[in-house]
C-alpha cells in the first residue's frame, strides 16, 4: 500500500483530487446523495466505479442513465453536467462470489481505486436471516477481498448502524464483543436450509428486535478480526431522513422510517401508533452522514490507526428532539402542506399502552378500512385499503421499539473529527447536528415527501388546503355526531345528564348562530 507524504496538511476537497472511488450500494437512498455530494464539492475526482447490477431487463448502462436523470443530481446537471461523465457503472452483485465483477473490471478497480466506500445493505428488519448473513455479511467479507488486492487503498468507510448494539443503552464508538462469532453464523446459513435458519432466529438475535442490526453488528466483528492491516472507518448513523440542506432541502427517496407512516398520517389514513413521547427520537439527515463519511475518508487516510475508528452520527447528544415534539411538529406541518386526495383530516395521537393502541387501531385503521374497500368494491374500484394499513401496521410494529427506549449514544469521536477540520471544510462538509432547526427541517421534510415520495407539484397546495378545511367540518361533525350518540345513551339513564345534554346542545347552537 502507497501513502503520500505530507497529506495530513491537505485538505478534505483537495484529497480527493485525482482519486479514483469505489462505491457499492450506490443506487440506495444513501448512496446516491454520496456520490451526487462527491461530484459535487469534490470536482478533481477522477472516476466513481459504481457497483451495480442489472435488473428488470436493463443493464448497468441504463440504470444509470436513470440513476443521474434523477432529482437528486439536477443541480450538477445544470451546473455541472460534465461531472456525471466521471460515474462509471460496475456490474456485479453484492451476493455473488467476488462481487459478481468481472476479472478485467477487478483489475481495473485494483489498479486505480484509492478509496471505497460501503453502503450496500439489506435494510429490512424483517430480512430472513439467511438472506441478510449473505448481504451484509458474506457481501463485505467479498469486498474485503478485494480491498486487501489494491494496490493503493487509502480509506474503506463501512456504514452501519448506531442500532447495531441496540442490547446496550450506553453505547460507545467502539466494537463490542459478541456472544456469537461472525464466522459461525456464516457457516450456519450455509449448511443449513433457509427453514431451519428461520427456525433459529430468534434465538440468534437473542435481545435484538431484528436481523438487521444483529447482522449489522456481526459485520463489524468480522471487520475488525479480518481487516489486517486496511485503513478502515466505521460511521454508524442513527435514523436516517430526508436532506438538511444539500443538494436540496427535503430530498427523500424511500419510504422506510418514519417517512411512509408520515406520508399515510397526510392523507389521513394513520392515527395511532405505540410511543413514549418522552423518549428521545434520535434523528439524522441524510447529508449529515454523508459528509461525515467523507471526512472520515479523509481523516483515516491522513492519520492511520491500529484500530478501527467508529463515528456514531447521532443528535441524541448535541441536539435532542423527542418523540412528543416530533409528532407535534409533523401533524402541524401536515395539516399546512396537506398532499392531494386526503381521505380524512390528518390527526390522531400517539399511544404508551399496547392494549389502547390495539383497540384505537381497530377502531381507527382496521375498520374504516374495511368499510373504505366495501365501497370501492360496490363502485366496481379495487379494494386496497385493507392491503395498505397492513403494510402501515408491519412499518409501525417496526418502528415501535425505537419509539419507545432511548439510547445514550456517545459521539466523541465525531466532535474531535469536526475540530480538525479546517473552517472552509467544516463549511463544505458540514456534519454538525447543532445546525439543526429541528422545526423548519420538518417542514422541509414534509414538504420534501409530498414532492418527492408522493409526486405532487406545489402547485397543487391551495387546493389541498381548500379540500383539508372540507375535511375539518367533516371530521368535527363527525365528532359532534358520536358525542351526540353518546349523550342519548346518558340521557336514557340519568336527569342529571339529561339536563346536562340539553344546556351542551344550546351552547353550541348558540356559537353556531354567533359564527353565523
Keep these: 500500500m502507497s501513502t503520500i507524504s505530507g497529506i495530513q496538511c491537505t485538505s478534505v476537497k483537495d484529497f480527493y483530487r485525482d482519486r479514483s472511488i469505489f462505491i457499492t450500494g450506490g443506487t440506495g437512498f444513501m448512496g446516491k446523495a454520496l456520490v451526487e455530494k462527491l461530484l459535487r464539492s469534490c470536482p478533481g475526482i477522477k472516476h466513481i466505479y459504481l457497483l451495480m447490477r442489472p435488473k428488470k431487463g436493463r443493464d448497468v448502462k441504463q440504470r444509470l442513465r436513470e440513476l443521474l436523470n434523477g432529482p437528486l443530481f439536477e443541480k450538477l446537471r445544470r451546473d455541472a453536467p460534465h461531472e456525471l461523465s466521471k460515474v462509471i457503472p460496475v456490474a456485479g452483485d453484492i451476493t455473488e462470489q467476488e462481487l459478481g465483477i468481472s476479472e478485467a473490471d477487478q483489475n481495473t478497480i485494483i489498479r486505480n481505486v484509492s478509496i471505497v466506500f460501503h453502503s450496500a445493505a439489506t435494510v429490512k428488519f424483517d430480512e430472513a436471516l439467511k438472506l441478510s448473513v449473505t448481504i451484509n455479511m458474506v457481501g463485505t467479507k467479498q469486498l474485503l477481498y478485494l480491498c486487501h488486492r489494491m494496490h493503493n487503498l487509502e480509506a474503506l468507510v463501512h456504514l452501519s448502524t448506531a442500532y447495531c448494539n441496540c442490547d446496550r443503552e450506553d453505547v460507545a464508538e467502539e466494537i463490542y464483543p459478541l456472544s456469537t462469532e461472525p464466522e459461525e453464523v456464516i457457516a450456519l446459513t450455509k449448511v443449513m436450509d433457509t427453514k431451519m435458519v428461520d427456525e433459529i432466529t430468534g434465538t440468534l438475535i437473542g435481545k435484538r428486535p431484528n436481523t438487521y442490526t444483529f447482522t449489522k453488528a456481526l459485520t463489524e466483528r468480522m471487520l475488525q478480526a479480518e481487516s489486517g492491516y486496511l485503513p478502515v472507518v466505521i460511521v ?171 439510547w445514550n449514544f456517545r459521539d466523541d469521536n465525531v466532535r474531535q473529527l469536526a475540530e480538525q477540520l479546517s473552517p472552509e471544510d467544516r463549511q463544505t462538509f458540514m456534519f454538525d447536528v447543532k445546525e439543526i432547526d429541528w422545526p423548519a427541517y420538518i417542514e422541509q421534510y414534509i414538504l420534501g415527501i409530498r414532492l418527492f415520495m408522493l409526486k405532487e407539484n406545489p402547485d397543487t397546495l391551495p387546493a389541498a388546503r381548500s379540500h383539508l378545511k372540507k375535511l375539518y367540518w367533516i371530521h368535527k361533525v363527525v365528532q359532534f355526531g358520536m358525542l351526540l350518540v353518546v349523550l342519548r345513551f346518558l340521557v336514557l339513564r340519568s336527569s342529571v345528564a339529561r339536563t346536562a345534554c340539553f344546556s351542551l346542545l344550546s351552547f353550541v347552537l348558540r356559537m353556531c348562530r354567533m359564527i353565523v
Excluded at 461525515?292 to 481523516?299: D, K, P, V
Excluded at 418523540?323 to 402541524?332: A, E, N, R, S, V
Excluded at 366496481?380 to 415501535?400: D, N, W, Y
Design 236 to 406: 454508524r448513523p442513527s435514523i436516517v431522513l430526508s436532506s438538511f440542506r444539500e443538494p436540496v432541502a427535503g430530498w427523500v427517496d424511500n419510504w422506510n422510517g418514519p417517512t411512509g407512516i408520515i406520508a399515510a398520517v397526510g392523507k389521513g389514513c394513520f392515527r395511532t401508533m405505540l410511543c413514549h413521547d418522552n423518549k428521545i427520537a434520535d434523528l439524522v439527515p441524510v447529508d449529515i452522514v454523508i459528509n461525515l463519511m467523507i471526512c472520515a475518508a479523509w481523516r483515516i487516510a491522513t492519520n492511520r490507526t491500529k484500530t478501527i475508528p467508529v463515528y456514531n452520527c447521532v443528535t441524541g447528544q448535541q441536539n435532542p428532539i423527542t418523540w412528543k415534539q416530533f409528532t407535534q411538529l409533523m401533524f402541524k406541518f401536515c395539516r399546512m402542506h396537506p398532499p392531494n386526495d386526503m381521505i380524512w383530516y390528518p390527526g390522531g395521537k400517539t399511544q404508551t399502552n399496547s392494549i389502547i393502541n390495539k383497540m384505537c387501531m381497530f377502531f381507527l385503521h382496521l375498520l374504516p378500512a374495511h368499510i373504505l374497500d366495501f365501497f370501492f368494491r360496490l363502485k366496481g374500484k379495487p379494494s386496497v385499503m385493507v392491503g395498505i394499513q397492513a403494510k402501515l401496521r408491519k412499518a409501525a410494529t417496526c418502528l415501535e421499539y425505537f419509539s419507545t427506549q432511548q
